[in-house]
Structures are given as structure tokens and as C-alpha cells.
């Protein structure tokens, strides 16, 4: 039996983003493939763990160990000091998984596991306010990299940014995609996509994307293709943008919606709840996701899951991911952007062929494989 540590600091975000998403799974998918090895989660918080997260993962061979330091002196102990570790925290366990780049300190006697997302503040660090990058500085990324005896990339594009840029052996990092939840392939009725139409005032065949507010999102090109599809095709679309604000500085986004022409047909939902996404997703007339960097890219499969069709960047991972079952473009193209969202929009068969296509390539992305790849991989390291 083996003693695991994970680190769930991820999970204490009020707004969910895509790394507490896969936490949250791959924690599932182990409690139900693993009832032999101990789980001890490391969690630190002034508040206490939700009820509802502790619901989630009652299991007899989980236990939670709950800190209550200040983060800011926790982060700066390790940053300073490297102490505490994290693995003696927890009672000195054989495993320590963590599940995304954070604050680490750690023991060399224990095996060491991290997850990479995405290298997008060494790609892009122009995406990051400077406390974003001094954030990512602090936390020694490359050293810790280093340090760990596995990484989980999850997709063939980060590998390939850590090999480049970090000059990381290439036989340390194993790809594991990670999954879309069950859920997306539920076909809703019509009356619950109608209800969620009125409740976000959309009154119009939509155009949507769904993500963070930053700089990386390429928002505003979204933006100026849709003005380039009204003056040029004279479409009669709303433009639907979903999504949390990640950046501070988010004015020139809002200032650009607000001077165009077509003001009145571009809509900021900001953060949407999880229950609401399904419905926006199914009620779309097509998906559109410009993001100039994604180490994975999650709002794509999710919409082909919900039987949408998807457009997306031909950059980082995003090819990769949705293989030939999207229209790729240019993020820098804006022209490119606004005709190929006019081809769907006016060539039913290839919308047709989209969704299809769609529906079969999110089949191959599921959260049972990547907790399953992820606990053999968990044995590997510590044989």
C-alpha cells in the first residue's frame, strides 16, 4: 500500500477555472479506480474545506489534512527557506502529487510528481500583469521541474515547451490528455435552452466563446471580426462572451465592445455557473475560441460534445486537440476569423459535418482515462 499526498490548493478558488476542473476529476477518478492505497489531501486555507468538498471525496482511504497559515507567510517560508515541506506536512508519504505549479517545497527521500498545464508566462509573459510574472518567478518553476521525478504534460504541445524551453528530458514527461465531463453529451430540452435565453437576455442566434478575460483570449479580435461579418455580410447574430475576469486591466476589451458599431449586439455574461455552460453551449449557432496559447484547451470539446461546431486557433495545443473536427485560423488574422465564421455559418452541410466529427473526436478525452493513466503512472514512480 502506498501513502499519496495531493495537493488540493486548487480547489480553493471561488470561481472554478480549467486547473481546479481537472483536480476535482482526476481526485474523483482515483477514489473510484483506488481502494487500496492511502490519499492524504494537503489543503491550507483560513477557511475550512466546503462541505460539498468534503462530500466529494468521502472515502475510507482518503483523510484530509487541513492547514490554516496565511498564504502569503506559507509561499513566502518556502520561497525564503524551502520549509515546509510538503510531504512531511502530511506525514512523510512515498508519493507527492501536485496537480498544477504552485508554492512547492518538498523532500528529496519522497517521489515527486507535478502536473503541467501550459508554459504560457514563458511563451507570452506580455499576457501577464507584472504580478503575474513575478508571481511565476518566485515560484522557481524550472527548479521544481527539475526536482520532480515525473511530469504529466497534458498535451504533446506542452511536452514540447518544457523540452525547449527547460531542456527537460524527454523520458521524465508523459502526456495524459485530460477529459470533458459526461454531462456535455446530455442533449437538453428545448425549453431549458429557451429558459436560459431569457434569463441572459440573448434574444438573437448567438455566436459564443466561453473563457477567462485576459490578454491570451484574443477577445478582440472576436470582436473586430464580428464587426468585419455585420458591415461586410450584414449578418443578424448576437455575439455572446462568457467568462471570469482574469486581468486587471480588461478596459480596452470593454472599451472596444463599447465604441463598435454593433454595440448593442456584443454581450459580456462575465462568470457563468457550471450548470449554466451546457445550455449556452447547446443553445450556440457555432463556437468560437481565438485564444493565441492553450496548453490544453477545454471550452472546444466542450462545445463538440454539446453538439456545437467549433472554430478555433491553429496555435499551441489547440490542432492537437481537436484534430480535424474544427475550422482552424489564424489568431492574428482577423479577416480569416470573420470569413470562416461566415462559411459556417452559411454552408449547412459543413455544419453538419462539424458536429459530427465533433461528437466523435471528444469521445477520445475522458477523465476515466486520465485518472487511470495517471494512478499507473503514480506505480511506475515509485517502483
Not at 9 to 30: A, D, F, N
Not at 94 to 121: E, G, Q, R, Y
Not at 254 to 279: Q, R, T, V, W
Request: proline share 4%; aromatic share 14%; glycine share 4%.
Amino acid at each position: 500500500m502506498m501513502r499519496i499526498g495531493i495537493d488540493i490548493r486548487s480547489l480553493i478558488e471561488k470561481t472554478p477555472s480549467g486547473v481546479s476542473e481537472y483536480t476535482t476529476q482526476i481526485l474523483k477518478g482515483l477514489m473510484r479506480l483506488d481502494k487500496k492505497n492511502q490519499y492524504l489531501l494537503f489543503y491550507n486555507s483560513w477557511h475550512s474545506p466546503s462541505s460539498k468538498l468534503l462530500d466529494l471525496l468521502k472515502c475510507s482511504n482518503v483523510s484530509f489534512k487541513i492547514f490554516h497559515w496565511p498564504n502569503k507567510l506559507f509561499n513566502s517560508c518556502i520561497t525564503l527557506f524551502d520549509f515546509p515541506k510538503l510531504d512531511e506536512l502530511l506525514g512523510n508519504v512515498d508519493l507527492l502529487f501536485i496537480p498544477n505549479l504552485n508554492f512547492i517545497a518538498w523532500s528529496k527521500k519522497c517521489k515527486k510528481m507535478i502536473t503541467v498545464h501550459d508554459l504560457s508566462f514563458e511563451r507570452y509573459p506580455s499576457f501577464y500583469s507584472s504580478k503575474g510574472r513575478y508571481w511565476h518567478k518566485i515560484t522557481k518553476p524550472k527548479k521544481i521541474f527539475y526536482e520532480a521525478d515525473k511530469i504529466i504534460a497534458v498535451s504533446e504541445n506542452t511536452k514540447n515547451d518544457l523540452i525547449d524551453l527547460y531542456g527537460i528530458d524527454t523520458n521524465k514527461i508523459k502526456v495524459i490528455y485530460s477529459g470533458i465531463n459526461s454531462d456535455f453529451f446530455k442533449v437538453l430540452d428545448q425549453n431549458v435552452l429557451r429558459v436560459i435565453k431569457e434569463k441572459y437576455k440573448i434574444i438573437k442566434p448567438y455566436i459564443f466563446t466561453l473563457s477567462n478575460l485576459e490578454p491570451r483570449k484574443n477577445i478582440e479580435s472576436l470582436i473586430l471580426a464580428s464587426e468585419y461579418l455585420k458591415r461586410k455580410y450584414k449578418i443578424d447574430y448576437q455575439f455572446i462572451i462568457a467568462g471570469g475576469e482574469a486581468w486587471t486591466q480588461n478596459k480596452k476589451i470593454y472599451d472596444l465592445a463599447k465604441k463598435s458599431y454593433i454595440s448593442n449586439e456584443i454581450k459580456f455574461l462575465g462568470y457563468i455557473p457550471a450548470e449554466d455552460k451546457m445550455a449556452l453551449y447547446q443553445a450556440a449557432s457555432i463556437f468560437i475560441y481565438p485564444s493565441f496559447y492553450e496548453g490544453f484547451g477545454f471550452p472546444p470539446l466542450e462545445a463538440m460534445a454539446s453538439g456545437v461546431p467549433v472554430i478555433c486557433s491553429d496555435s499551441s495545443s489547440l490542432p492537437e486537440i481537436v484534430s480535424n473536427t474544427a475550422l482552424l485560423f489564424d489568431p492574428y488574422d482577423i479577416n480569416q476569423l470573420a470569413e470562416t465564421i461566415h462559411q459556417v455559418l452559411t454552408d449547412d452541410n459543413l455544419k453538419r459535418n462539424l458536429i459530427e466529427k465533433g461528437k466523435e473526436q471528444v469521445k477520445s478525452f475522458s477523465w476515466e482515462k486520465t485518472a487511470r493513466e495517471t494512478l499507473e503512472l503514480f506505480k511506475e514512480v515509485t517502483q
